[in-house]
């Protein structure tokens, strides 16, 4: 069943398309990977999807519901959530703190009510929950560090974390395991498929690292100019022809 799904979606600034009559459908508990080009209009989906923009035309469902040009705090609430490519933590605050502050998403609050407890999440705020999440991203030893002293690997999971910590339905992940080496790469591939399979949250996401996109992916849509270039299980992709032009042959070894 569908869970998430574009129809005709187009994003136009002037006379360029970023997004194209773009149709997109992500089943529920699918780990969905994005790819193409630097230009193709992945960045600009996450944004139209997420509210950061809004589209040109088209409809984008949630749940059956339009969500076209809602706010960002108001589809997190709804359970659509988006973590970033740049580590997205309050480098002064410890982990545990930054799970906290995550949590003013959720309940409707001000950065400001979040961050010193002044909102009703002061009551509603579970610190077991947050412990919770830091055990399952394998980041309690670091609990009461301050986030900015962390590795980038780790800095990388506390931003995944703090988008757990909004209870997700559906997780918007750009660019995961970009600047990772490869044992944290490893181990946060292992999270991402344990974040689906443990607590059905259905994964939406945009990498370059191909490698990472073929191991976990169960189907993959390819971008080039706006438009859908080509959509199916990471074998098709990987063996199909206008895929291997347009972007793939520019990768060594993706298998």
């Not at 988006?82 to 580590?87: I, L």
């Not at 799970?99 to 998403?105: D, N, R, T």
């Not at 999971?157 to 990772?180: F, H």
């Amino acid at each position: 069943m569908s869970i998430l799904e574009l129809r005709d979606v187009s994003k136009r600034y002037g006379g360029v398309a970023a997004l194209d009559g773009l149709d997109l459908q992500i089943c529920d508990g699918e780990i969905r990977g994005i790819i193409g080009p630097n230009g193709a209009g992945k960045t600009t989906l996450f944004n139209v999807v997420t509210g950061t923009q809004r589209p040109t035309s088209g409809e984008i469902l949630y749940n059956g519901e339009n969500i076209a040009g809602l706010h960002p705090s108001s589809l997190a609430r709804k359970g659509l959530v988006r973590s970033f490519q740049r580590p997205a933590v309050f480098g002064s605050f410890t982990v545990l703190e930054n799970l906290e502050i995550a949590e003013y998403v959720r309940y409707g609050e001000t950065p400001l009510e979040g961050i010193f407890g002044l909102g009703k999440s002061k009551e509603l705020r579970s610190e077991k929950r947050a412990l919770e999440i830091l055990d399952f991203m394998d980041l309690t030893p670091f609990k009461d560090e301050a986030a900015a002293n962390l590795a980038h690997g780790h800095q990388k999971s506390v931003g995944i974390a703090a988008a757990l910590a909004v209870q997700p339905k559906v997780l918007m992940m750009d660019e995961p395991v970009a600047g990772m080496n490869p044992t944290e790469t490893r181990h946060t591939t292992e999270i991402i498929r344990r974040v689906r399979d443990e607590l059905g949250i259905t994964v939406l996401l945009v990498e370059h690292d191909m490698r990472t996109v073929m191991k976990l992916c169960d189907n993959i849509t390819v971008l080039n100019f706006g438009q859908k270039l080509a959509e199916g299980l990471p074998k098709e992709i990987r063996e199909n022809n206008e895929v291997i032009e347009a972007y793939l042959g520019v990768e060594d070894d993706v298998a």
